[in-house]
């Protein structure tokens, strides 16, 4: 009889036992099965953001060589193209050792006079991020420097023809024309205030009123915009020629 217990008593004991352990294995093989779950998920997270970042879209190269024009001139730090026309022409800022106008009368290799190079004044910063960035450039009678601006003063023209392409070492700047039409020789930087808004906004007030030339949608320019004016002679001495464009685009490019 107490052998039967005791037979009794240990089969208990091990199906208790054995119950246990499969209770124990169980458990492992769920939080094993949760941790692979867990990698995976990681994994492919990471894998998601890998290719997210190896898709990202190129740089282009810029195709405007800078450091050819640099081993000529130093001075070169942009270039201006402007489809339809002949103006496709490196643009320079003499330094502090050479006249504000240098390249009025200096060529880009360095010989004395005309046509010049198409250059803005020191007034100017050549981030192009001033509120108003004034190019210059010779009225050819052979076609050369801003010359081909006055096609601008022929309706037709002006409108099929609305952009103005700038590039820095490291950038397209994309401009769109809003303006073309003769003005007097004042020198604007000097004869409107653009080292505030209030200036600059007077200065766009004043393009809004303007009689005469060609204008496409200047109502809807603002201090926000930054703009870029074209400069050049007419046949008349106290009158220069203005096309302007407003900045709508900017895109990074690689020096080549």
């Known amino acids: 009889m107490k052998l039967k217990r005791r037979l009794t008593y240990f089969l208990l004991i091990s199906i208790l036992v054995l119950s246990s352990c499969g209770k124990k294995s169980v458990t492992q093989d769920t939080s094993e099965t949760e941790h692979d779950t867990t990698e995976s998920i990681t994994t492919e997270q990471t894998q998601t953001t890998v290719n997210e970042a190896t898709t990202e879209e190129p740089k282009e190269e810029n195709p405007i060589d800078f450091k050819a024009y640099w081993e000529i001139d130093k001075n070169v730090y942009a270039y ?6 002949r103006i496709s022409y490196p643009v320079l800022q003499s330094d502090d050792e050479q006249p504000e106008d240098y390249y009025l009368d200096h060529n880009l290799d360095g010989s004395t006079g005309y046509p010049g190079c198409i250059y803005t004044q020191r007034l100017n910063s050549k981030d192009f991020d001033d509120y108003n960035t004034i190019l210059y450039g010779h009225n050819m009678k052979n076609g050369e420097g801003f010359r081909d601006l006055h096609k601008f003063s022929e309706k037709d023209f002006f409108d ?7 590039y820095t070492p ?13 003005f007097s020789d004042d020198h604007i930087l000097y004869a409107y205030d653009f080292s505030n808004v209030k200036g600059y906004q007077e200065y766009i007030d004043m393009l809004k009123n303007y009689g005469s030339g060609y204008f496409r949608d200047v109502e809807k320019l603002t201090t926000d915009d930054r703009i870029i004016t074209l400069s050049t002679c007419t046949s008349i001495d106290i009158k220069r020629y203005l096309v302007q464009a407003k900045l709508v685009d900017k895109k990074e490019l690689l020096l080549r």
């Open 80 to 85: 201006i193209d402007i489809p339809d026309t």
């Open 160 to 166: 099929n023809n609305k952009y103005v392409y700038i």
């Open 170 to 182: 490291d950038e397209l700047l994309t401009y769109e024309i809003f303006a073309a039409y003769e």
